[in-house]
Structures are given as structure tokens and as C-alpha cells.
């Protein structure tokens, strides 16, 4: 866009200020992402330069004044940023200026704390199964066991996060396979409530919780699990243990077997695990659009997104979205695909 025909962009479309929710203040690329993703389905552009990016925390999107309001429901519903601006040209004291034209700032969307805080897995009633004991347990704030292999409970804004990733308006079914918990249920639930989840997770007592979360659960290990229909996606977080490191694979390969064509899968893991999950996705005949580290209170993830729909990732690759904190495969594909080279 140039100075000169920014007036006709502006006429057409909504500027849409995305403000970072402080936790993930240096997971800017990620947020970008997950917006990007979560809007496709309105034909969004990312604006690499727009108004408020010299501010910390903050980028922006362009939307059709026509479908201002679908995006609104939308932006309830992001993990990483948890406020929204929009960006008004029009005659103003403010001395901040884009593309040579005054600007003011309005509030346009700010989450509900409450209802955000009511979601955490702090405040999140779930239902345990104890071995030998009659009936299930509900308790609040179930955050596992506290081994290595049972860590459970994903911050709201990393579940949000990884459905997003995976275009939740265009998903019908959608598996995962590492449930723990059921931040990730939970999320899809409130982000798009016609999802229908599948879970998967190896310790049996987590399984009323699950159901409870309206899952249709699975206990069994993510390798031995068989299914008779392909999910639209697979959206989940593995264990982070060593010791877990080879059923994680195992698991993945199993279950990736079930996504469908044009599917999209989203995984979070650790930074550790990142890098031969990377090859695997890739290896995989996957191809990667979203690929960085994350610091989750000071523990090192990381956060994967691939599709088989090369038209999907060619999409991505037109909206100028950085792709990947590490090589890729993206952008050799989308040379391909566009002819670039
Ligand atoms: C990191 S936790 C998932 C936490 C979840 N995202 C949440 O919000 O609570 C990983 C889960 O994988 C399960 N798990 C470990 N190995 C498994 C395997 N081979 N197959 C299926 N589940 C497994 C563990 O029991 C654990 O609940």
C-alpha cells in the first residue's frame, strides 16, 4: 500500500489495532499468526507496517467494513492478545499521523477478565476417576499429578492459541490426541461451539473430565488408537518428558494417519522436542506455516502449525505473515507455487 492509494484501502476496510496480552508480550510473530489464521476465513490483510507497530505489543489487520462484526466475535475468542483498537481517520487533535493522515484510537474490543480468569485451569472444575474409588471426584484447579509425564493444564491463552492456529471456523472435528487436562476441549468449545473434539489421553482417570468437557474420549496410548473418520484437525500439547519422547512420535505418526487432506495440525512442545518434530511434520509431506520458540513463564516451548492444502499455505505465504523463527519449508513452496523463481 502507498500513500496514494491508502485513502481507497481506508474507504473499504477497518484498521484493527491488536494489542499482546502481557504473558506473551514476546510472542509477537506467534500472535500474528494465530490472528491471521482465526480471520482467513474474512479475507483479512496484515499490515507489516501499519499505524500503532512502533508501539510495543501492538500490530495490525485490515478488515471489510461489511464484516466488522464477524470479526468481532472472533476477537473474543484469541489466545495472545486480549485487545483491539480501531484506528479512526478522521479530523483530530491527535498529532499521530499513517500513511499521511491524522489518526485517533477507539476502543473496540476489550476481552472479559472474569471470564477469562473463570476458564483458567486454576478456576476450571474437572472430574477425576481415582482408581478404586466410587464415584468420580469434581474438583477445581486440576493441574495433574505432578510427575514428568503428568504435567497437565495449558494457560487459556496457549489453547486459544493452538485452535486458532488451526482455523477454527473451518473445523468440524478435531482430535487430540495428548489430552491431559482439557484446556484444548475446553477452548475449541468456547471459540467455536460446533466443533466436535476427540480425545485421546493414556491415564484412565482422566476420562469423566473429558467427557464432562464433551469430548468423545479414548483411553489408550495415541499409537493404538484406530478411528473410522479423518478430523479437519489435530490440536495438541505433548508431553514435554524425555522419557515420553519416542510415544510422542509414535503417537503423532498414528494420528496424523487420521488428519484429512487439507486438514491443519497445531502442537505445541518443548523447545527441546521442537526441532525433530519440525523434520517430522515436514517429513510428513506437511507443509509448515507457523514455526517459533515460545516462553511460557520460563518454560521454553514451542509451537508448530502445518497443513497438507498447499492452497492454504500459499494463502498464508501471499498475507506477508512472518512464517517461521527457524528454515522452513514454506517459502520453497510457495516459490514453487507462484512461480517466484
Ligand atoms: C502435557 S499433557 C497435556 C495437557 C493438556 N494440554 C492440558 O491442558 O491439560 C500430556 C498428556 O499426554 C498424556 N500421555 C502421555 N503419553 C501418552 C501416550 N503415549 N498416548 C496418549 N497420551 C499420553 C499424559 O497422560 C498427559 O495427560
Redesign the pocket.
Known amino acids: 500500500m502507498t500513500k496514494a492509494d491508502a485513502g481507497d484501502y481506508i474507504d473499504k476496510y477497518h484498521i484493527i489495532a491488536c494489542g499482546l496480552r502481557n504473558s506473551r508480550l514476546k510472542a509477537k510473530q506467534v500472535a500474528v499468526a494465530e490472528l491471521y489464521m482465526a480471520l482467513l476465513p474474512l479475507d483479512i490483510i496484515y499490515l507489516s507496517n501499519g499505524p500503532l507497530s512502533d508501539e510495543k505489543g501492538f500490530f495490525c489487520f485490515m478488515v471489510e467494513k461489511s464484516r466488522i462484526e464477524a470479526a468481532k466475535k472472533i476477537l473474543h475468542g484469541i489466545g495472545y492478545c486480549n485487545v483491539f483498537h480501531l484506528i479512526v481517520f478522521e479530523e483530530t487533535e491527535e498529532k499521530r499521523t499513517w500513511k499521511g493522515r491524522r489518526f485517533s484510537v477507539r476502543e473496540f474490543v476489550r476481552q472479559d477478565a472474569d471470564l477469562y480468569a473463570s476458564q483458567s ?1 486454576h478456576n476450571r472444575v474437572f472430574a477425576l476417576a481415582i482408581p478404586g474409588e466410587n464415584p468420580t471426584h469434581v474438583v477445581k484447579g486440576y493441574r ?1 499429578d505432578g510427575s514428568l ?6 494457560p487459556v491463552e496457549d ?1 486459544r492459541c493452538l485452535i486458532n492456529l488451526a482455523m477454527p471456523q473451518k473445523i468440524e472435528t478435531l482430535l ?9 476441549v475446553y477452548a475449541a468449545g468456547f471459540i467455536n461451539p460446533a466443533i466436535r473434539t476427540t480425545t ?4 484412565p482417570i ?1 476420562s469423566p473430565g473429558l467427557e464432562m468437557y464433551g469430548a468423545m474420549h479414548y483411553v ?4 493404538e488408537a484406530r478411528f473410522c473418520e479423518k478430523f479437519d484437525a489435530i490440536v ?5 518428558a524425555e522419557e ?1 519422547d519416542s ?2 512420535l ?2 503423532l505418526r498414528n494420528v496424523l494417519g487420521y488428519l484429512k487432506r487439507d486438514g491443519r495440525v497445531s502442537i505445541m512442545s518443548s523447545l527441546r522436542q521442537h526441532e525433530v518434530l519440525h523434520k517430522f511434520i515436514c517429513d510428513s509431506g506437511l507443509h509448515v506455516y507457523c514455526s517459533y520458540a515460545v516462553n511460557r513463564k520460563g518454560t521454553d516451548a514451542a509451537i508448530i502449525a502445518a497443513t497438507g492444502d498447499l492452497h492454504l499455505e500459499v494463502a498464508y505465504c501471499h498475507g506477508n505473515v512472518p512464517h517461521s523463527g527457524r528454515p522452513g519449508n514454506s517459502s520453497r513452496i510457495r516459490d514453487r507455487v507462484m512461480g517466484y523463481s
Do not use: H, N
Open positions: 485451569p495433574g509425564t503428568g504435567r497437565r493444564a495449558l489453547c487430540d490426541p495428548f489430552a491431559g487436562a482439557g484446556g484444548i485421546i489421553d493414556i491415564d482422566l489408550c496410548a495415541a499409537a495438541t500439547e505433548v508431553p514435554f515420553s510415544s510422542v509414535e503417537g
